[in-house]
C-alpha cells in the first residue's frame, strides 16, 4: 500500500483537472482527494497500490486536454487521510 501527496502546477484550475482526476483515481482504484489550493495549484492525495499510485503519478504529469502541467511535487502521506473514496473539492 502507497500513499502520497501530489502538488500540480501550471494551468490546472478551471479545466476539468481535479474531475479528471477523480476519474483517473477510480479507474485505478485510489481513495483520496484532489483539491484546489489557493496559489492556483491542485493538491493530490492517493492512497492504493503502488502500482496505481505511480500509475496516477504519470498521468498527473500530462493532466487532462486543456491542461498544462509545469511541475508535479511528491511527497509521502498518511494514508488515514484518505477516507474511503476518492472526492473532489
Same mark, same amino acid.
Do not use: C, Y
Given at each position: 500500500?502507497?500513499?502520497? =501527496?501530489?502538488?500540480? #502546477? $501550471?494551468?490546472?484550475? +478551471?479545466?476539468?483537472?481535479?474531475? &479528471?482526476? #477523480? ?5 485505478? $482504484?485510489? =481513495? ?7 496559489? +492556483? ?6 492512497? +492504493? ?8 503519478? +504519470?498521468?498527473?504529469r500530462?493532466g487532462? &486536454? ?7 511535487? =511528491? ?11 476518492? =472526492?473532489?473539492?
Amino acid at each position: 500500500m502507497s500513499a502520497a =501527496r501530489f502538488v500540480v #502546477r $501550471g494551468k490546472v484550475q +478551471g479545466v476539468w483537472f481535479r474531475a &479528471s482526476t #477523480r476519474e483517473q483515481a477510480g479507474a485505478l $482504484g485510489l =481513495r483520496g482527494h484532489a483539491h484546489n489550493r489557493e496559489d +492556483g495549484s491542485v493538491e493530490v492525495l492517493a492512497v +492504493g497500490t503502488d502500482d496505481s499510485v505511480e500509475a496516477l503519478a +504519470g498521468w498527473l504529469r500530462l493532466g487532462p &486536454s486543456g491542461a498544462r502541467v509545469d511541475t508535479v511535487e =511528491r511527497s509521502t502521506a498518511d494514508e488515514s487521510e484518505a477516507g474511503e473514496s476518492f =472526492r473532489i473539492g
